[in-house]
């Protein structure tokens, strides 16, 4: 039966897709909306409360469209967002609704990765100064030590077509080794933002031996994958179709544009209009 219904996949900008194009690859037979807000990108450096309140707007256009099952493929919104809407907003507003993140999924995992149990974490300062990371991992790894290092000129770079310039290289060096001069023993860097993905050429240039790096996008797929399985009353709403439609709220010829670089193929979206 036919119900209208998506997966709504969401993020501050581009990186999300990032994950979603692994989530398409996986799963390519359901119907998915994918949202950026362009507009108010990059949410790295906003508070939690701004960050809450633009991340709560977009999940809840999401829900508008036909989507009762949201993914946060941004870590900044899922560290200070997804817990406040799944406890605070969904039992009371929409209890038929679910929001899932990124972050809980790699926590779920990232210690398989690790010889010497010793994990290095790359984001935006949002998601460094969360500390969500070092909380999740510990749930799940308490052996597992874990650093962390913001990395605030990364997502520019890479918002701005420059991260494979020699002129990013500057600060794909300084980061990397600002992380690993805190412990020797890291063996395992998770990129923490759906943006860093693109930098994989560059880091993987520059890495010393023997240190994997870990991207979350095919994390994030095999997790939803799983949870799908588990939850066949949300599997039973969302249509087999595999459209998929694109939107923004920033301005669709440059989204179009810098899109089809994360997704890997050609984008065309429509508009977002925020209330604001």
């Known amino acids: 039966m036919n119900t209208g219904q998506s997966i709504g996949v969401f993020d501050s900008g581009y990186g999300g897709l990032t994950v979603f194009k692994s989530i398409a690859k996986q799963l390519p037979q359901y119907n998915y909306i994918y949202l950026g807000d362009n507009a108010r990108s990059p949410y790295g450096d906003h508070s939690f409360e701004t960050v809450y309140q633009y991340t709560l707007e977009c999940v809840e256009w999401l829900f508008e469209q036909g989507c009762p099952l949201v993914i946060l493929a941004c870590n900044t919104a899922s560290a200070k967002a997804l817990r406040t809407i799944q406890q605070k907003v969904l ?4 209890p038929n609704h679910r929001v899932l993140g990124v972050i809980r999924p790699t926590a779920e995992v990232v ?3 690790t010889r010497d149990k010793t994990v290095g974490v790359m984001g935006t300062r949002g998601t460094v100064n969360s500390l969500s990371y070092l909380m999740e991992i510990n749930k799940f790894f308490p052996e597992v030590k874990v650093l962390q290092q913001a990395c605030p000129m990364w997502v520019p770079l890479i918002e701005n077509n420059e991260h494979l310039n020699p002129g990013a290289d500057y600060f794909v ?3 990397l080794d600002e992380l690993l001069e805190q412990d020797a023993d890291i063996d395992c860097i998770l990129l923490a933002c759906t943006h860093y993905p693109l930098l994989i050429p560059k880091l993987k240039a520059i890495l010393p031996v023997g240190i994997e790096l870990l991207g979350q996008g095919d994390i994030v797929a095999n997790s939803l994958e799983l949870y799908l399985k588990n939850h066949p009353e949300i599997v039973a709403k ?3 179709e595999g459209i998929r439609k694109f939107f923004t709220s920033g301005d669709r010829q ?9 997704f890997g193929e050609a984008v065309q979206s429509d508009q977002m209009h925020l209330k604001l």
Do not use: E, L, M, T
């Open 173 to 175: 060096q300084k980061y």
């Open 238 to 240: 969302i249509d087999r």
């Open 254 to 262: 440059a989204f179009d544009q810098h899109a089809s670089i994360f």
């Open 111 to 113: 210690g398989q990765y």
């Open 91 to 94: 039992p009371v507003k929409y």
